[in-house]
Each structure stands twice: as structure tokens, then as C-alpha cells.
């Protein structure tokens, strides 16, 4: 009958009453008393999925954080209220399921606003591009047909043009005719590293409107590329809502996630300024700030500007290509050097040091099976892109070098990590990492041969692994070997010198201060100019102790003359008495 049943409940007593439909509808929120959020303990991550849904579904089976609220896994739920998810970015290009994945993450977001956070990678930021690019006056446009200052990312000999790519392109791949259709494929193939997604695109919109393949027509593909970025194309513009909900960079507890690496040339920096921000807090804010700047603007005019680097949102484009905004970019790093893990830099983890953040967790470079961990000091890096765990290998839609790998990285409020997953040749892998106890000694050290330790199977095995250029070697270890080797046997991190140690400790640092948060905007300018009294009283100080210690040299000499002279005179008066 529309009416709602209430009770109260007093010990043993219930008191029942009952209220219409359009009373409860007059209530505000203010009305409803709502339980306390349970804190946030453990924080599930994935990223670099790439569209491949396969490979998310294998993710979801093995996770301790999510699990799927129906059959037909259509939507996603949380194993544990204690519990959040990050998503390291880039959601598309490499499978069959570029809209499903991004959509179910979507629907994740909108469930669970607050404990659900979204990375933008390059492959994410990149999709921007296609609002302006597929207008028919950019690809009819004869200078942008020939421009060979486009992709201005790649070196000069490397570029190819939509004209060169036309004039090679084979009949059963659309032919040479400059339409919508090629210019995408073009687009995708030679300026997004995303060959082939043009059929995926296809087949994926069969499985949607539960047609053949050949049922979807290569304008609805173009269409399709259109529309996720299109503020008019509500429903589908799902690209376009992830990056309006997406983040640079997002801190939880003592660890920091970007899509790539920090490095010394992108630590504290946000484009257009010039100055480094001290505080991670604030750098995060005015990083995430920026973005959505950029975001803003595209949204105000995505539709001009062709290929140009001039365009709306052309900032946050920049910042998802190689040397992107002069190469400071968290999105566009990594932390390999020529294919092989490095350790991370010591400006770098000073910083992030003084700012309390213990960990930084990133996808973007592929590397093997299982994430890459580098343990410098008293940070740790993980990388968990494992796009290529099996190159080569077969799904049911096609090539997808992945085969079985999948991991999930753990973060705990505590500052805890867990890694725990299974490797390409089905071993499962299962280790903890963290200061207080517990954690693995090996995992993120490096051998002197180059080798990063990157694992340890349930069988007590370690995954050694080296890498070079695009080429990994892949070993294993006992865990008797491994706790037979000594010092010689690993490469430590920098280290800064004791002087400079010692320096660090005694000075007297307002920026120190200011990093921990402790001090407000006055008492700052009053320990600036303390700090400024006491270097110049420094050297008045330093003076009058070495006056001081001069005057008691002298003294001292002066003593032992007179010390001298009373023995030599006692000694005449003896001579003289005998």
C-alpha cells in the first residue's frame, strides 16, 4: 500500500509507526543518521589492462580486493568494506574490450565514489586527440595530409605521414582513398603504438549489439573513436568521463601512484610553472588541478585545431608522449635504464623521504611476468605492467603476450605491500615488503651481475631478472643460495656522503619545516629570519672562539715558562746550597 514500516527499538520494547510514500520523499538528508565509513586498510591495484578484458576477468578471479556482484560479470563489488581500488591507467588499444572495461570501471566510480580512483595513462590522455583529428576539415586537409612535422614526438626519420601511409596501405585494409576510416587506422597504428585496433574496435561492438562482425560497418567503427571523447555523446563518451574523473597522481598513506615514474626531472613540478613544490600533498593537488584544467578546456572547444599543437587540452596531449612537457612527465617516465631496472634516484628519494611516502606504485613499461620492485633505501618502486608476460601468446580474438600472468599489488594503510599472483609458466608468486618485520629481505635488490630480484614462487624459488633493451633474461634462485650470498653480492642504491649526512641533519631548514607541516605562513618568515640572524652572527661567533682559543694558547705557554723558570731557579739554589 506504499506505506513504510518504521521501528525503534528500547531493550525488550519496539515502538512501530508508519509513514507515507510522499512523507519519506519531504525527508532530507539531514534526516537520516548514517553509519561511520569504515577506514580504509588495504588498497587493491591493477593497471595497464589496455582492453584487454581476458586479462581483467583472470585479475578479478584472483583478487582479494574485488569480486563480481552477478553471473553474466557485468558488475563489480568490493570483497571487504575496508577496502579501495586503484586503477594504474592506460584502459585501452590492446584488446577487444576497450568500452566494456572502461565502462564497468565507470559503473565501479559511480557505486563507490570515494573508493575508487582512476590513473590517466598515455593511452587514456592520447584518445583527446581523436575529437579534432577525425573532423572531416582535418582529414581533407592537404597540409595535414602531407605534414611532416607530425608526430612531432618521434625523430624525423621515423614519422610517417596519413599520405605515406596511404599510398602503402593494401586494398584489404581499406584501400588508398583518404576516408574517416583510414585516417583512424593511420591515427591508431602510427601515432597511438595501437595496430590493429581498429578490427578489436569491431568486434567488440558485435559482442555489444550481438551481431556478426562483418554487421558493423567501418563508419560505426569511426564513429565509435568519435564519440568516447565527444561532450555531446552522453552514454558514449565513456573515454571522455574517465579522464573528467581521472588524476595525475593520488596519495594513500605512505604510498604515491602515478602512471609512470618520479624522477629528478618531474619531482614537484606541474606544467606552466616553473617553481618545485616541496610539499607531495600539494604537489598532487596542483598535478590533479592542472589536469583537469586541461580537461576543462577541451571540453570547451574539442572539436578545432586539427592535429595542432595549439588545440584545447593540447597540454595534457603533450604530457602523455615521449618528452612530453620538456620530459617532465609522471605519466611518460619509467624507472629502467637501457631495459633494466635502476635504482632510484637520491634527490628523488629525499623528497619523497621528507614527505613521509614510502612507495611509489606505477604501470606504463612493461617488464616481464610480474611487477618490477626496486628497493632504494627507504623507498620501494613497483612497476606492475606485465602486458607482455608472454609475448606471443594466443587468446580466442588473437595475439595478446600475455598468456596466464596476473598479479595484484596490495598496499596497506600501514605502509605494508603484498604482491601475490601467478607467472606466465603458472608458478604462483606470493611475497610481503615493508620495514616492520615480515617483508622479504631479497625481493627489489639488485645482484652485481645486473639481475633484479623480482619474486618469490609459494615453491621458495626467487625470479631473478635482467633486463636489456627489449629483451628479458629470466633465472631462478633457491632461497638457500640466495641467503648464502653476502654484501658483494648485491648493488646498494647512492648513498650520501657522511658530510653531507651530518650537513643535512644540523642545518637549520625552514623548507624542512615547512615539508612537515608543522609551521603556519608567520612562524615560517620568523624562522627565515632566525635562520638569517644566526648565519650572520655564524662568522662574529666564530671569531671570538678563535680568539678565545688563542687567548688560552698563550696563556698556556705562558704557564709553562713560568713553570720552566721556577724549576730552573730551584735547581740553581740546590746546586749552590750543596
Excluded at 583529428?133 to 612531432?152: G, H, N, W
Aim: glycine letters at 10%; one cysteine or more.
Amino acid at each position: 500500500g506504499a506505506e513504510y514500516v518504521l521501528c525503534l527499538g528500547e531493550g525488550f520494547k519496539l515502538t512501530v509507526s508508519r509513514r507515507t510514500e510522499r512523507e519519506m520523499e519531504a525527508l532530507t538528508e539531514a534526516d537520516f543518521v548514517e553509519a561511520e565509513p569504515v577506514p580504509i586498510g588495504v588498497c587493491g591495484y591493477l593497471t595497464d589492462v589496455e582492453g584487454n578484458l581476458d586479462y581483467f576477468q583472470r585479475y578479478v578471479a584472483r583478487s582479494e580486493i574485488l569480486e563480481w556482484a552477478d553471473g553474466a560479470k557485468s558488475k563489480l563489488r568490493f570483497k571487504r568494506e575496508d577496502a579501495m581500488f586503484v586503477f594504474g591507467g592506460d584502459s585501452q588499444d590492446k584488446g577487444p574490450g576497450d568500452i566494456r572495461f572502461t565502462k564497468l570501471l565507470l559503473a565501479l566510480k559511480e557505486e563507490y565514489p570515494d573508493r575508487v580512483e582512476f590513473i590517466i595513462g598515455n593511452r587514456d590522455a592520447n584518445k583527446l586527440r581523436l575529437a579534432s583529428e577525425l573532423q572531416e576539415e582535418c582529414i581533407k586537409d592537404a597540409a595535414v595530409l602531407t605534414d611532416s612535422s607530425f608526430p612531432y614526438w618521434d625523430a624525423a626519420k621515423n614519422r610517417m605521414t596519413p599520405q605515406m601511409f596511404l599510398n602503402n596501405n593494401p586494398e584489404n585494409n581499406g584501400g588508398r582513398e583518404n576516408t574517416a576510416a583510414n585516417r583512424l587506422r593511420y591515427i591508431l597504428k602510427h601515432t597511438m603504438g595501437a595496430d590493429g585496433a581498429f578490427e578489436r574496435r569491431r568486434e567488440e561492438l558485435s559482442i555489444i549489439r550481438n551481431c556478426g562482425k562483418e554487421d558493423v560497418s567501418h563508419e560505426a567503427v569511426v564513429e565509435s573513436y568519435r564519440n568516447e571523447v565527444d561532450p555531446a555523446k552522453e552514454g558514449d563518451n565513456f573515454m571522455l568521463k574517465y579522464l573528467q574523473q581521472g588524476k595525475l597522481a593520488y596519495v594513500f598513506g605512505e604510498h604515491l601512484f602515478v602512471h609512470g615514474a618520479v624522477s629528478e626531472t618531474n619531482v614537484g613540478t606541474v606544467p606552466g610553472s616553473t617553481e618545485r613544490i616541496e610539499r607531495v600533498e600539494e604537489w598532487v593537488d596542483a598535478l590533479n588541478a592542472w589536469c583537469q584544467g586541461e580537461v576543462a578546456a577541451f571540453e570547451s572547444d574539442p572539436y578545432s585545431g586539427k592535429n595542432g599543437r595549439d588545440r584545447k587540452g593540447s597540454g595534457l596531449m603533450d604530457y602523455g608522449v615521449p618528452g612530453g612537457n620538456g620530459g617532465a612527465t609522471v605519466m611518460y617516465s619509467n624507472n629502467l635504464d637501457e631495459g633494466n631496472g635502476k635504482h632510484i634516484a637520491l634527490a628523488v628519494r629525499k623528497y619523497l623521504g621528507a614527505n613521509g611516502i614510502k612507495s611509489v606504485i606505477t604501470g606504463h613499461q612493461p617488464h616481464g611476468d610480474c611487477p618490477l620492485v626496486i628497493r632504494s633505501g627507504q623507498v620501494t618502486a613497483i612497476s606492475a605492467d606485465t602486458s607482455y608476460s608472454h609475448v606471443g601468446s594466443k587468446s580466442e580474438w588473437g595475439t595478446d603476450n600475455r598468456g596466464v600472468a596476473v598479479s595484484e599489488v596490495l598496499l596497506y594503510a600501514d605502509g605494508g605491500i603484498t604482491v601475490h599472483g601467478v607467472l606466465a609458466d603458472g608458478n604462483k608468486v606470493r611475497y610481503q615488503l615493508g620495514e616492520e618485520g615480515g617483508g622479504d629481505k631479497f625481493v627489489g635488490r639488485q645482484l652485481s651481475d645486473g639481475y633484479w630480484v623480482k619474486a618469490k614462487t609459494e615453491g621458495a624459488e626467487y625470479v631473478l631478472c635482467r633486463g636489456e633493451g627489449y629483451e628479458l633474461t629470466v633465472s631462478r634462485m633457491t632461497e638457500q643460495k640466495m641467503e648464502a650470498l653476502t654484501k658483494e653480492n648485491f648493488i646498494e642504491p647512492e648513498q650520501e656522503s657522511e658530510n653531507e649526512a651530518a650537513s643535512n641533519e644540523t642545518k637549520y631548514n625552514e623548507a624542512d619545516l615547512f615539508i612537515s607541516g608543522i609551521l603556519s605562513k608567520t612562524e615560517q618568515e620568523k624562522a627565515q629570519l632566525e635562520k638569517a640572524q644566526l648565519e650572520k652572527a655564524q662568522p662574529e661567533e666564530a671569531q671570538l672562539e678563535k680568539a678565545k682559543q688563542e687567548e688560552a694558547k698563550k696563556e698556556e705557554a705562558a704557564a709553562k715558562q713560568k713553570a720552566a723558570a721556577e724549576a730552573k731557579q730551584k735547581a740553581a739554589a740546590e746546586a749552590k746550597k750543596k
